[in-house]
């Protein structure tokens, strides 16, 4: 059977592999495009991270309604969701990697401190370069993991204007970044 633009999503939900290879060749550029956005200074978790997309939108293909959305849109957004997944495990594993290179301590308390001050200096210099209330909206998202909806309640501002002041405050982030690395 011919996998076209009208059945793939058919064949994905008759687990057709070639419905697969159909998304990959027509919908890969959205996966690298997403995964390179949210993941710019991981490229070596890129190609796993893309992997789990694919093994997600496999699984989960009864959840897409083409009603709701379009497939590149839905695909987008599970990688999306699947990148996001990716950067915080590497924090995780950066925070455990950092305990284990400290000293040992012997006031357990002490130790977990000079860490969480260490962590939070970083992250203080960091948002430094933001004005204070895009740093506090990031703290919130990234820090806190409260949802947009929740950060937009609470700094009193829609959702258009949260995203674009996160977009924007990451282009900075990242342009600095760049350039310091020069």
């Known amino acids: 059977m011919e ?3 009208s059945n793939f999503v058919k064949q994905l939900k008759r687990k ?10 027509h919908y890969g550029w959205v996966l690298k495009t997403v995964v390179k956005r949210q993941m710019r200074s991981l490229p070596h978790l890129w190609d796993d991270c893309m992997n789990d997309t694919l093994l997600a939108v496999w699984d989960n293909i009864d ?14 957004g599970v990688c999306r969701f699947k990148a996001l997944t990716y ?47 895009d740093a506090k909206i ?18 009193n501002m829609s959702k258009t204007v949260l995203y674009g002041r996160v977009s924007r405050g990451r ?3 990242r342009r600095i970044f760049q350039e310091s690395e020069v």
């Open 87 to 133: 950067v915080r495990k590497y924090i995780e594993a950066s925070r455990e990697d950092l305990m284990e290179q400290m000293p040992e301590w012997e006031d357990e308390t002490a130790g977990r401190e000079f860490l969480r001050q260490e962590y939070a200096e970083e992250v203080d210099r960091v948002l430094s370069y933001l004005k204070e209330e």
């Open 3 to 5: 996998i076209n633009e």
């Open 63 to 76: 959840s897409f309604d083409p009603k709701r959305s379009e497939f590149q849109n839905w695909l987008a």
């Open 16 to 25: 057709n592999e070639q419905a697969l290879c159909y998304v990959i060749d």
């Open 138 to 155: 990031f703290k919130l998202i990234y820090l806190e993991g409260l949802t947009m909806d929740e950060v937009a309640g609470r700094m």
């Open 171 to 173: 282009k900075q982030l």
